[in-house]
C-alpha cells in the first residue's frame, strides 16, 4: 500500500502538484458569489477571471486541489465586487470554457458549523 500522499506534493503525472487560489484576506460573502462546476483541469486564474469577467468584476476565485492526485478541483466558487454580477454569471450556464460546459449556480451560504445551507422552495 502506498502512502497517502501529502499537500504539495507532485500528482501522479510526475508533475508539480497545483497549488490552491482564493486570497485569504478576502471576505467569504456567498451572495456576490457563484459555484462554477465541470472546469477544465488545465484552466487557470486567468482563463476564469477574463470569463467571469464579462459578467462583472471578479474580487476573488477560490479553487482546492484534491488530496489524492494533487490536481485541482473540478469546481470553483467565484466572488464579484458587486452582487449584481451574480446573476450575470448565472446567464453563462452551459458556456463553453476551454471546450467543456460550465455549470453555474449561486453560491449556498454555509451554516455556524461549516454545512451547508437547506434551501427552501
Known sequence: MQ???QRGQPGQSGGPAFQPWGKP???R???RSVFVKN???EATYDDLAGFFSQAGEVEDIRRG???DT???NPWCHVQFTEADAVAAACALNGSLLLGRPLTIATSTPLTKDG???QQRG
Open 3 to 5: 502512502p497517502k500522499r
Open 25 to 27: 484576506d478576502v471576505l
Open 29 to 31: 460573502d456567498s451572495s
Open 39 to 41: 472546469l477544465p483541469f
Open 65 to 67: 486541489a484534491q488530496q
Open 70 to 72: 494533487g490536481r485541482p
Open 115 to 117: 454545512q451547508q445551507q
